[in-house]
């Protein structure tokens, strides 16, 4: 007997074909090939919700079928309106940092200005030979409260060398085609019972991880 793997229709982009496209992109600015450790100095990060419950992929809601079977109806299910923002840091080897915005705040120019603070102190503890020479590169976005004028020029006086995102693809910065969706593949489908539930389940993809190991085009 025959079986097909059922799934929605629709395109699904992989993250193997994002991080050649990223590299293959002529403002591509995380390549440098004088250097051999520039990406692997490089720590960048964003901010993202994490919802109580939040759909399956069209890839983790798919069934089993004898071939010519019909399809099997499903329940749509709907994202949960209950969420938490991330804030995360990472780098080749992991997470460097993360925090939780409170209800509420907004992540402006002076909020995300004190994140940097805390991100440089979780560097000095979890990175120290790199906080040791200043030789991290901070991977920044053009997203408004990154750019600030005020941020500029905090990293600026710290002589923190900076390089940006791709611009107008932010689907190709690195949280967005391979952070984010393993950290939210496994919470995929679940539901968590309160905010604290999602908060301390969010960094359950990363558990373990091997960051250069799968992400061989960007490092």
Request: glycine share 4%.
């Given at each position: ?5 059922l799934?929605a ?10 991080a ?14 004088d ?9 960048t ?10 759909v399956?992929?069209d890839?983790q ?8 079977e019909?399809?099997p109806k499903k329940?749509r ?8 923002m ?15 915005v ?5 992540v ?35 997203a ?5 004028l ?24 690195p ?10 593949y ?6 968590h ?10 960094l ?5 991880a ?10």
């Amino acid at each position: 007997m025959y079986f097909n793997l059922l799934a929605a229709e629709g395109a699904r982009s992989s993250v193997d074909d994002k991080a050649r496209a990223f590299n293959m992109h002529g403002q591509n600015s995380y390549q440098n090939t004088d250097d051999p450790t520039f990406n692997k100095r490089i720590i960048t990060g964003d901010e993202t919700w994490v919802y109580e419950y939040d759909v399956e992929t069209d890839q983790q809601s798919s069934e089993w079928c004898a071939k010519n079977e019909p399809k099997p109806k499903k329940t749509r299910q709907s994202r949960s309106k209950i969420k938490v923002m991330l804030i995360v840091f990472f780098d080749y080897r992991g997470v460097v940092h993360h925090e939780f915005v409170p209800e509420g705040q907004t992540v402006n120019k002076e909020y995300y200005l004190a994140v940097l603070r805390r991100l440089r102190e979780a560097i000095r503890h979890k990175r120290p030979h790199l906080w040791a020479d200043n030789s991290w590169i901070f991977g920044n976005n053009n997203a408004p409260s990154h750019s600030s004028l005020i941020v500029t020029e905090f990293v600026a006086k710290r002589e923190t060398k900076v390089i940006a995102n791709p611009p107008y693809l932010p689907d190709l910065a690195p949280c967005d085609f391979f952070l984010f969706p393993k950290l939210k593949y496994p919470l995929r489908g679940t539901r968590h019972e309160s905010i604290e539930a999602i908060k301390s389940n969010s960094l359950n993809g990363s558990k373990g991880a091997n960051f250069e190991g799968d992400n061989k085009d960007l490092y």
